[in-house]
């Protein structure tokens, strides 16, 4: 759950995630700090329920038992509201009025003390904290196209530094990357202007995509997957259709993604710690 619940937090925040889902904002027992949970979606009204399947043991129940204050992201808008638990009402029948038989099957599953929560959502919240909402997802854009920018700089020094050290030409890289947008270009100069292009366009673009998905936790370890992935999709599906990438000596263009994912894991935590003001503006799970 280390693993999905940063990755579905971030598919909400995209606006990518089902309906089925929501996120619960708590405030930390001991940290005073805003902490997400993925939740089965459980609005009825102005009433949203959770069955925690793991009871009082729960890290969210037990932030709730110290503050009560909460906020739900369902519909793509924040709503707050109070929270408590409500030890006399039947999980499984609440599950059952829920309606999401995916979650209850799974929280059925892996609970071992079931216990309904109820939060009471306050009225004429829901479009201040969509606008909020609105904001973060602006912030998250700023964040990769930062990212993007200096990875664009940065991420291509190891191929360089091989290159120079190798006595290559350190800008064939540049002139490979140009024939995706000139495949039938010759002129060395055109190439690398275009290259210029392709290098600069899909860094900000492949940065964008994860300051949406990166976690609040191990961000450049995070980071340095996703690289990797995205190396596998450049290099192993894109670049192979043209001669002049699949020439490249492959090591130092992986070490070339791998620093890229570095560089945006590092720019993107290092904002998110320059952004979180106050305890409501962002956070990461119990």
């Known amino acids: 759950m280390h693993i999905v619940n940063p990755l579905v937090r971030s ?62 992201k369902v519909g793509g808008a924040w709503r707050r509201g109070t929270a408590r638990l409500v030890d006399d009402d039947e999980p499984r029948e609440r599950q059952r009025r829920i309606g999401r038989k995916l979650n209850a099957a799974v929280v059925r599953a892996m609970g071992t003390e079931l216990l309904s929560v109820r939060i009471d959502l306050h009225t004429g919240t829901s479009g201040r904290d969509g606008l909020r909402a609105g904001g973060e997802r602006v912030e998250v854009v700023r964040d990769g196209l930062t990212a993007g920018t200096v990875a664009a700089v940065l991420s291509g020094l190891p191929s360089t530094v091989d290159a120079l050290v190798r006595g290559a030409d350190p800008l064939e890289a540049g002139a490979a990357a140009g024939t ?36 609040r936790r191990a961000t450049i370890a995070s980071g340095v997957t996703g690289g990797l992935a995205i190396a596998a999709l450049d290099l192993g599906l894109v670049g192979r259709r043209f001669p002049r990438v699949r020439a490249l000596p492959l090591p130092p263009q992986i070490a070339d993604h791998v620093a890229f994912g570095v560089v945006v894991g590092a720019v993107v935590r290092q904002r998110r710690g320059l952004d979180q003001r106050s305890p409501q503006d962002g956070g990461s799970p119990t």
Not at 11 to 27: M, N, Q, R
Not at 33 to 38: A, K, L, V
Not at 188 to 209: D, E, N
């Open 11 to 72: 598919a909400v925040s995209a606006g990518v995630a089902p309906p089925s889902i929501a996120i619960l904002e708590t405030t930390g027992r001991r940290s005073g700090e805003p902490r997400r949970t993925p939740v089965g979606n459980g609005l009825d009204g102005d009433t949203f329920w959770i069955v925690a399947e793991h009871g009082r043991r729960a890290a969210y129940v037990r932030n709730i038992e110290a503050n009560p204050g909460v906020r739900v």
């Open 180 to 215: 995706l947008l000139l495949p039938s270009e010759l002129r060395t100069g055109r190439l690398l202007l275009a290259g210029v292009a392709v290098h600069l366009a899909l860094s900000l673009g492949w940065a964008l995509v994860l300051a949406f998905v990166l976690p």
